[in-house]
Antibody, heavy 118, light 106 residues
Framework: EVQLVESGGGLVQPGGSLRLSCAAS????????MHWVRQAPGKGLVWVSR????????NYADSVKGRFTISRDNAKNTLYLQMNSLRVEDTAVYYC???????????WGQGTTVTVSS | IQMTQSPSTLSASVGDRVTITCRAS??????LAWYQQKPGKAPKLLIY???TLQSGVPSRFSGSGSGTEFTLTISSLQPDDFATYYC?????????FGGGTKVEIK
């Protein structure tokens, strides 16, 4: 079964850091571009970042550029999102998602919740 | 490029034909996907390339459009279809989603 499982969310104070992980199984992880998408409470979906299959190309939303870093370990079938200098407005459910060819998402994880609050 | 969905909320009954519109602020050709999301769950891909049905998605869902105007149609609304629907453009980065359309029971 194709599956993505996120972990690493939690409560953090403004200015703090968290690292999210997304464990992939059931498919050849190294062949796929991977993304992070977030959803603030009661709000819509917002694209955060992507990394290509060989880890050489990354993109970020302007709102997280310079604070978040996406990475992957193809040997461990795992995607990461290092989040630094967290702000209250980063509070959201963070989903990892697989891209199928073009940049639409055919597989999503269940999400992990990040709460930034003092 | 901004993506604008309408309506933001839609009240309908089982069996109704439902149409949701997504407009792009400039042409995105056919690079549009539609997702369904239920409360507390991850989004589910319904349609990509504006009109291609994802494998396993019921045929009552269909998509159309190109350029700047797109529609998602549910031909006969089923109880399982009450959810929020999002469009997403993927012609370029940053990827953007529409604001969502919540389909409620009338």
């Amino acid at each position: 079964e194709v599956q993505l499982v996120e972990s690493g969310g939690g409560l953090v104070q403004p200015g703090g850091s968290l690292r999210l992980s997304c464990a992939a199984s059931g498919f050849t992880f190294s062949r796929y571009w991977m993304h992070w998408v977030r959803q603030a409470p009661g709000k819509g979906l917002v694209w955060v970042s992507r990394i290509n299959s060989d880890e050489r190309t990354t993109n970020y939303a302007d709102s997280v550029k310079g604070r978040f870093t996406i990475s992957r370990d193809n040997a461990k079938n795992t995607l990461y999102l290092q989040m630094n200098s967290l702000r209250v407005e980063d509070t959201a459910v963070y989903y990892c998602a697989r891209v199928a060819g073009d940049s639409f998402f055919d597989v999503w994880g269940q999400g992990t919740t990040v709460t930034v609050s003092s | 490029i901004q993506m604008t969905q309408s309506p933001s909320t839609l009240s309908a009954s089982v069996g109704d034909r439902v149409t949701i519109t997504c407009r792009a602020s400039q042409s995105i050709s056919k690079w549009l996907a539609w997702y369904q999301q239920k409360p507390g769950k991850a989004p589910k891909l319904l349609i990509y390339a504006a009109s291609t049905l994802q494998s396993g998605v019921p045929s009552r869902f269909s998509g159309s459009g190109s350029g700047t105007e797109f529609t998602l149609t549910i031909s006969s609304l089923q109880p399982d279809d009450f959810a929020t629907y999002y469009c997403q453009r993927y012609d370029d980065y940053p990827l953007t989603f529409g604001g969502g359309t919540k389909v409620e029971i009338k």
